[in-house]
């Protein structure tokens, strides 16, 4: 059987973006995360998260301070009745050009290999251009833009829909339930 699947960026989407969070407890999901994870996974969608960790290849923080936050909020979620099929993570830094790191697809590939997910019918949603050009890379045309964090880094809507050529632009994770009905 061929499944869907909601994939997510972490910081800024799942999290507030705090710059190179790290640490339980600088970590805060943005409001309405569990609303709409528990959403998704109604609709029957798996849920999958694929970040950019850049701040391990810059040495700010190791693969063991990641694991440990990332089993910490995956217990988190999963306390609220979500599960987090899995966390596909790049730890390079921009200057090793790898094809994990977003906007390259390398991630996204990954786990349509390893959950048999069909593409076609899944969701990206990001708070950054290379987001939203990795799904398009991955074959993903159901794009969302989460926009708020992103007016204080000039990659507003109107930025987005001219150069990432996002489907859909929302305001929060939450806002986005409006826009994925099935």
């Given at each position: 059987m061929v499944n869907r699947a909601i994939f997510l960026d972490r910081d800024g989407v799942i999290n507030?973006?705090?710059?190179?969070v790290h640490k339980i407890e600088d970590f805060e999901?943005?409001?309405?995360t569990i609303k709409a994870l528990k959403y998704?996974?109604?609709?029957?969608?798996?849920?999958?998260?694929?970040?950019?960790?850049?701040?391990?290849?810059r040495g700010y923080y190791t693969k063991k301070d990641f694991y440990k936050l990332t089993s910490w909020m995956?217990?988190?979620?999963k306390a609220d009745g979500i599960e987090i099929k899995e966390v596909y993570f790049c730890p390079h830094s921009p200057e090793e050009n790898c094809k994990c790191r977003k906007p390259e697809p390398g991630m996204i590939l990954k786990a349509a290999k390893d959950f048999d997910i069909d593409l076609k019918k899944s969701w990206m949603i990001g708070d950054k251009i290379s987001d939203i050009k990795a799904a398009k890379r991955a074959g993903i045309?159901?794009?969302i833009f989460i926009e708020e964090e992103n007016k204080k880094r000039g990659e507003g809507g109107k930025v987005v829909r001219k150069e990432g050529k996002a489907k859909y632009i929302a305001k929060s994770l939450f806002d986005t339930i409006s826009i994925i009905k099935e």
């Open positions: 507030v973006d705090k710059g190179y999901f943005t409001t309405g998704f996974q109604s609709l029957g969608y798996l849920l999958i998260i694929v970040t950019n960790q850049s701040g391990i290849g995956k217990n988190r979620l045309e159901n794009t």
